[in-house]
């Protein structure tokens, strides 16, 4: 019981010791300068989208099979 009190005790000190972390604000661009390129989600995303898929369709399979 004592473990168990002690691993939430360190889960909630770890979770809340990352509020205190702030980042810095960043600097104003220049006024003519054109806006920077957003981030591009390329073929990793399709592929976390495919590899989704077929896990959702073999765990229902084997669900099924039982």
Known sequence: ???KIL???CYV???LSSVS???EI???PPQNAPP???TPIDGG???LIIAGTAYGVYATRKKLKN
């Open 36 to 38: 920077p390129p957003g």
């Open 13 to 15: 000190l770890m979770s």
């Open 21 to 23: 972390v702030f980042a």
């Open 26 to 28: 960043p600097p104003e």
């Open 45 to 47: 995303l399709s592929l």
């Open 7 to 9: 691993t939430y005790l």
């Open 1 to 3: 019981m004592r473990r």
